[in-house]
């Protein structure tokens, strides 16, 4: 049990650690390998820069080479109906790019024909990765998303997968940059420009130099500050990850004390026998800590194997729950597995294990040679004030913490929480499961019921052990389910609030993941045609534009509007403070002013709120902008920022579109408009329209996507308090065998005895699962409203989902009554005089 507890934890934090260093690796490989020799970039804002500014950048000494590029994301239309794939595609001036990036075909030549590539704006060049992948070939034919709606493309070259090929998991496309820009609405921008420094030229230097020399609104980043870009961007979901692998090691703790203390138990005799010969306790503790040495070595080298097979498992689930959270996308090719990885876990692992060896041997251990030979146990001692004052103590650190936010500033913080919830829990325990049971005892006053109850009260430490390892696996399941049903609840209740058109319009994709191409605004005259549509005020389709906006050093969202139909006015945002709902969005739409919206977790963040100004860069450079509301949002954690798009079309010269909304005439409904436009429009064009109640679904899909591993670790949680209630209960079966011969002896029947022993072990599932619940309702209402909070980046609010405290109370009394059942019967079967004698 002992080697099978530490494999498990050890697994399981391995996999999570595995998975987020993986995670950082792809990244940062992912950006060298597209970065190729260019020591940095030149970026601009979302939407692009004036291709005139690479005549700037050329001027400007010291330059070996300046390589303009198109870099967006396009999605390849599989056949069949299913779900687009992410493509990168790069637009490249073929002339330039081979001073910064050297690309290798698979026929060892650039292009057979470059000047055939070059003059049809239909060439494309895939990785062999992934034209394997969607049985595609040299001169076949496929078909991508657009700004103008879907096209066809040929394939005229095949990249292997080497150099920039390695980057985005294969998922790379190449383009001349000309057409790039035809096909993606970019005519007259650039995306990057990629500079490779002249030979004995200082970086620094001209670095320094670049960003006094260019224009507002474009700015200098090296590799490695793209990399921390993301690692920031990441650090709140990997921190989620990591603190539920320290809580499966902590439970792990438990589990392999509960063992160790089994086998104590087990060889009492023994251990007496050794020290009536003279054997010291330091001694036995020694011999005791060797066996654990070699149990934790050899336990923890299996979890890193099963922790490994762990992790292939969960990183498709947590790359598509990073890649729908922070709207980038996440291509995990392969696990990282590092010494430094493995050295961590091996010390972790047999650490734990020595750690758990040695508590238990302090307490099994005391004890007097004749008492052990007899078989006597040292008597219960009742638990006292302070370790529920202690316990108190701890709890209260995460609540303070969750309210000053140490945990955001101070990683180590954060580090501390689980410890202080789990110990913090198992000091506190005690105290109400005495509560608890005299209030059973009062309030249910069979005969049985008070038996039982009699027996736990008489043996109330022994008790307390009993529930602790069901209680730690029981908080698992119900901290996630807490951590699960706020975000689910939080992000559901907002998309209801916000989702009101009858269809929204989009090139096909992930639509509420805005993982569609962007489309040419000029569509809306199209869609104002539909015979279904309704049009008031001269208001019919209306768009919005989602963006990356770069401010102090974060990437936020940006969201830019049109004036909503009249009959969404009211809905589609959702002003959470700065006056009137009303006023604000009028004031907001007219556009008079440069005045935003932000969201309150751009609140959060920043610290700006109603009345602020702040200066957000630009193509035309640095504006400033007025905050005239806070709206509720979660679709970027490190905030959100709402511009009418009259505005944003005229600081960004960008006339795209992620989405548009329509509502349906009065008489039609809006299945009837989706289908006129998929008739008319659809099919011609690879459009899709999505209604109210698909999208809503959509979202579900999209949250339980996100936390679709949590579910393997609650079923890890509830076979750990199997395990942990199993020995246990099996400990206490063999330190009352006297008592219950004594029972026997009076008269008690061999089916009473295993009733009695059944009945304890349901209660003690029972009040397990409700001091569960009650500790982990009141710990996490204050961690998902501050730390988590913090660590999300959103402004969370904390539910309590029925369906988790029925699971809690139903998984405590199944777990116990299982748990309860061999021992129950094992000690039914110990004859009398064995009992008696023992």
């Known amino acids: 049990m002992a080697f099978l507890s530490i494999t498990f934890g050890v697994a399981l934090y391995t996999s999570i650690d595995v998975v987020n260093e993986s995670t950082l690796k792809s990244f940062s490989s992912g950006i060298e390998a597209m970065s190729g020799k260019a020591a940095f970039s030149v970026m601009g804002g979302p939407s692009g820069f004036a291709e005139s500014a690479l005549s700037s950048v050329e001027s400007i000494p010291g330059i070996a080479s300046a ?63 992934f034209a394997t992948r969607h049985h595609l070939d040299t001169g076949s034919s496929i078909e991508l998303s657009t700004a103008s709606g879907k096209k066809k493309f040929v394939i005229r070259g095949m990249l292997t997968a080497e150099g920039p090929a390695l980057a985005y998991g294969g998922n790379l496309a190449i383009m001349d940059i000309d057409a790039a820009r035809v096909q993606f609405a970019k005519v007259g921008k650039l995306d990057r420009i990629d500079i490779l420094p002249a030979n004995g030229v200082k970086i620094r230097d001209l670095q320094s130099n670049l960003e006094k020399t260019l224009p507002q609104g474009l700015t200098v980043e090296s590799p490695a500050t793209q990399a921390d870009q993301i690692r920031q961007l990441i650090e709140g979901y990997q ?145 006292g004030w302070l370790a529920p004052f202690a316990g108190t103590l701890l709890l209260g650190f995460i609540v303070i913490d969750s309210r000053l936010g140490w945990s955001q500033h101070h990683p180590w913080v954060r580090t501390l929480n689980p410890f202080c919830l789990i110990f913090g829990s198992v000091m506190v325990s005690p105290l109400w499961v005495r509560i608890l049971i005299r209030a059973l005892r009062f309030f249910i006053p069979l005969p049985a019921m008070r038996l039982s109850c009699d027996n736990l009260l008489r043996n109330s430490a022994r008790t307390s052990s009993n529930l602790m390892t069901l209680m730690v696996g029981l908080m698992l399941v119900m901290v996630l389910s807490l951590l699960n049903g706020s975000i689910k609840h939080s992000v559901l209740t907002w998309f209801q609030k916000t989702l009101s058109a009858d269809l929204v319009v989009s090139s096909t994709g992930k639509l509420l993941s805005f993982k569609v191409q962007p489309l040419h605004q000029s569509l809306i005259l199209e869609l104002n045609r539909l015979e279904g549509i309704d049009i008031s005020d001269g208001i019919g389709a209306t768009g919005l534009r989602y963006v990356k906006q770069r401010f102090q050093g974060k990437t936020l969202a940006l969201k830019a509007f049109d004036q909503p139909h009249p009959r969404l006015k009211n809905a589609l945002i959702e002003i959470k403070s700065g006056g009137d709902p009303d006023e604000v969005r009028s004031r907001f739409f007219m556009g008079l002013k440069p005045e935003i919206l932000v969201s309150d977790n751009f609140v959060m963040h920043f610290g700006k709120t109603t009345g602020d100004t702040i200066e957000l860069e630009t193509p035309q450079g640095l504006r400033a902008f007025t905050i005239i509301g806070v709206v509720g949002e979660f679709t970027n954690p490190e905030g959100v920022i709402y511009m009418p798009r009259s505005q944003y079309r005229s600081l960004y010269q960008d006339d795209l579109v992620s989405g548009f909304f329509l509502m349906a005439k009065p008489g039609k409904t809006p299945e009837t408009l989706r289908s006129e436009m998929d008739r008319k429009m659809g099919q011609r064009l690879g459009l899709m329209g999505t209604l109210n109640r698909d999208l809503n679904r959509e979202a579900e899909k999209i949250i339980d996507e996100s936390f679709t591993y949590t579910k393997a670790i609650e079923w890890s949680a509830l076979l750990v308090g199997l395990f942990g209630l199993f020995n246990t209960l099996f400990v206490s079966v063999l330190e009352r065998k006297r008592e219950f011969g004594m029972l026997r002896a009076i008269g008690m029947t061999a089916k009473g005895l295993l009733f009695m022993i059944l009945n304890e072990s349901f209660i003690q599932g029972l009040l397990g699962g409700m001091v569960a619940i009650g ?58 005089r064995e009992s008696l004698e023992s």
């Open 775 to 832: 500790i982990a309702v009141f710990v996490c209402y204050f961690w998902v409203i501050g730390t988590l909070s913090s660590l999300m980046g959103w402004v969370l609010r904390f539910s309590v989902p029925e369906s988790a405290l029925a699971k809690t109370f139903l998984a405590g009394i199944i777990v116990g009554v299982l748990a309860g059942v061999f021992p129950s019967v094992r000690a039914a079967r110990i004859p009398i």
């Open 239 to 383: 921190g989620l990850l990591s603190f539920v692998g320290v809580l499966a090691l902590i439970v792990g703790l438990f589990l392999v004390m509960n063992s160790m203390t089994i086998s104590i138990a087990e060889r009492r005799r023994e251990l007496g026998i050794l020290r009536a010969l003279g054997a010291h306790r330091g001694f036995l503790m020694r011999h005791l800590l060797e066996e654990a040495l070699i149990l934790g070595f050899l336990g923890s080298l299996c979890g890193l194997f099963l922790g490994k097979w762990v992790a292939g498992l969960m990183v498709g689930h947590i790359s598509l729950a990073l890649s729908n959270q922070y709207l980038i996308p996440v291509f995990v090719d392969r696990l990282l597995w590092s010494s430094r990885l493995i050295l961590k876990a091996l010390i972790l692992g047999t650490g734990t294990t020595l750690l758990a060896a040695w508590l238990a041997g302090r307490t099994g251990l005391d004890i007097e040679p004749i008492e052990a030979v007899r078989g006597h146990s040292k008597t219960p001692v009742s638990p």
């Open 67 to 129: 390589v303009p590029v198109i870099e967006t994301q396009a999605y390849f239309l599989r056949a069949g109906g299913e779900s687009p794939d992410t493509l990168m595609v790069l637009g490249v001036d073929l002339l330039r790019e081979s001073s910064i990036r050297a690309y290798r075909m698979t026929q060892n030549a650039l292009l057979e024909d470059p000047l055939a590539f070059l003059n049809q704006p239909d060439s494309i060049i895939l990785t062999r990765e």
